[in-house]
C-alpha cells in the first residue's frame, strides 16, 4: 500500500478541535458533526481538522497522550516489555507528523513529543525486526502480531511477505520431493 | 484500437454504475456511514487479497448514488461558503475509494482475464464474483487479447504450434501468499498450518498467514485484511 493511503486512512480518526466559527450540525455521509460554537470544543475527523487549521477557523486539540510524561511512560513501557504494546491509536505516527506538520503551534513541547514518538517508533520497529528474525530462525509459517499499527505493517509489507511466499514455495518443493531436500 | 476500445468500456462501467438503480433488497437499515465503512473495508480487502473477491458493486452504487445527492444539494452553496466546502472534500475522499476499488479489480480483471472467464478449471466460480459491467468487460478483454495474439502471431504459425492452451499459459493468482489479517469474529479452532495445531482466533488479534488459509473466514467477513 502507498504511504499516502496509511496517511489517507489515518485522517479518518477523530480528534477535538476548538472552533472559532459558528455553524450547526454539519451532516456528513460519514456521520453527523458539531454544532460548532466559538470556543467549545467539538470533535471531528482528521482531514476536516487539518482543513479548517489551514483556513485558520479552529484551533487542534492533541489527544491527551501526546504529552511529554504520557509518553515517557509508554517509551519506557515499550522498552520493557517483549510484546508490543496497544498504542493509544492505530496510527499513532501518522496522526503526530500530520499534527506537528500542520499544528505545530498547538501542541505543548512540540520538539521533545517529537522526538519521544520518534523514539518510541524505533524501540517498535526495532522490536518487528527481531521478532521477524526469531520467526525465520523457528521457521514459523504464521505469526500473531497484535498492537502493530497500519504504517508498522506496511513498512514491512513488502519485504516480509514476498520472502514469506518464496519460502512457502521452497517448503512445498521439499514435501514433494523429500529426497532432494535439505533443510527445508 | 485495442485500447480504444478497453477506454470505452471502462468508461461505461462508471457510468453505468451511475445510472443504475440503488440496491437496497438486503432486508436491513443500514446508514449511509456504515455502507461507507462497508466500502472501505471491502477495499482494502481486494487491495491485499491475490484473487478477485466477490463483487460490492451494490456499495460502491449506493455510495454514488449518495454522492450524486450531496452534489445536487450543494449547487446552491458558494464557492466561499464552509459548509459547502468541508462536504465537497468529504467527496473527493469518497470518490477516492471508489474509483480505487474499481481500478484495483480492473487490474485483478485483466491480469488473470483467462482465468476468471475459463469456468472448468478450478472450484472457484469466478464469474460469479463479477458484476454485470465487470462481467462484459472481462468478456470482451479476453476476446481482445485473443484475437491479438491470433492475427499478429499464431496464424503464422505452422498448425501443430498455432492454438492457445489457456490452461497452461495464463496467468493465476498466488493462493498460498502472505498477507496480513484482524479478527472481527472470534473463531475457534482454525487450522492455520497443516502441520500444526489449531489456533483459536481471539477478536482484534492480528496475524500474518497465507490466504489460502483464511480465504473462507474472509468470505464471510469473521477477518478482515489490514
Not at chain 1, 26 to 39: A, M, Q, R, Y
Amino acid at each position: 500500500m502507498d504511504p499516502s493511503e496509511v496517511d489517507f486512512l489515518s485522517e479518518k480518526q477523530h480528534v477535538k478541535i476548538l472552533p472559532n466559527f459558528k455553524e450547526g450540525r454539519i451532516f456528513l455521509i460519514s456521520g453527523d458533526l458539531g454544532p460548532f460554537e466559538p470556543g467549545l470544543t467539538a470533535e471531528v475527523p482528521l482531514w476536516m481538522a487539518v482543513n479548517l487549521k489551514q483556513r485558520k477557523k479552529c484551533r487542534i486539540i492533541p489527544p491527551d497522550w501526546m504529552n511529554i510524561g504520557q509518553l515517557e511512560e509508554r517509551k519506557d513501557e515499550e522498552k520493557e516489555r517483549e510484546y508490543f504494546t496497544e498504542m493509544p491509536s492505530k496510527s499513532y505516527l501518522e496522526l503526530a507528523s500530520l499534527l506537528l506538520k500542520s499544528a505545530r503551534d498547538d501542541i505543548p513541547h512540540a520538539d521533545e513529543v517529537q522526538t519521544l514518538i520518534k523514539d518510541i517508533w524505533e524501540i517498535r520497529m526495532a522490536k518487528l525486526r527481531k521478532s521477524i528474525n526469531i520467526m525465520m530462525q523457528e521457521k514459523e509459517t504464521h505469526a500473531r502480531l497484535d498492537n502493530l499499527t497500519h504504517l508498522e505493517i506496511n513498512s514491512i509489507r513488502p519485504f516480509l511477505t514476498s520472502a514469506l511466499d518464496r519460502m512457502h514455495i521452497l517448503r512445498c518443493n521439499v514435501v514433494e520431493n523429500p529426497s532432494t531436500g535439505t533443510d527445508y | 484500437m485495442a485500447e480504444n476500445k478497453e477506454r470505452g468500456s471502462l468508461s461505461d462501467i462508471l457510468n453505468d454504475s451511475v445510472d443504475s438503480e440503488i440496491n437496497e433488497d438486503e432486508g436491513e437499515e443500514v446508514t449511509a456511514a456504515e455502507v461507507l465503512e462497508r466500502l472501505e473495508q471491502a477495499w482494502l480487502n481486494e487491495k491485499f487479497a491475490p484473487e478477485l473477491l466477490e463483487s460490492k458493486v451494490e456499495l460502491v452504487e449506493c455510495m454514488l448514488d449518495q454522492i450524486k445527492e450531496m452534489e445536487e444539494n450543494l449547487k446552491e452553496a458558494g464557492k466561499g461558503d464552509l459548509v459547502g466546502s468541508l462536504h465537497r472534500l468529504e467527496i473527493q475522499r469518497i470518490r477516492y475509494v471508489i474509483s480505487s476499488y474499481l481500478k484495483i479489480r480492473l487490474k485483478k480483471i485483466e491480469k488473470y482475464a483467462f482465468h476468471i472467464m475459463e469456468p472448468s478449471n478450478d472450484k472457484t466460480d469466478y464469474i460469479s464474483r463479477l458484476s454485470a459491467e465487470e462481467h462484459v468487460y472481462a468478456k470482451e478483454y479476453c476476446k481482445n487479447v485473443e484475437d491479438l495474439l491470433k492475427s499478429l502471431a499464431l496464424d503464422d504459425m505452422p498448425p501443430n504450434i498455432n492454438s492457445l492452451d489457456k490452461k497452461k499459459s495464463v496467468p493465476q493468482p498466488n493462493l498460498d501468499s502472505y498477507l496480513f489479517m484482524k479478527v472481527l469474529q472470534p473463531q475457534e479452532q482454525v487450522e492455520l498450518d497443516p502441520d500444526d495445531q489449531p489456533t483459536d482466533l481471539e477478536e482484534g488479534a492480528q496475524h500474518l498467514v497465507r490466504y489460502s488459509v483464511i480465504s473462507s473466514l474472509l468470505e464471510n467477513g469473521a477477518v478482515a485484511l489490514t
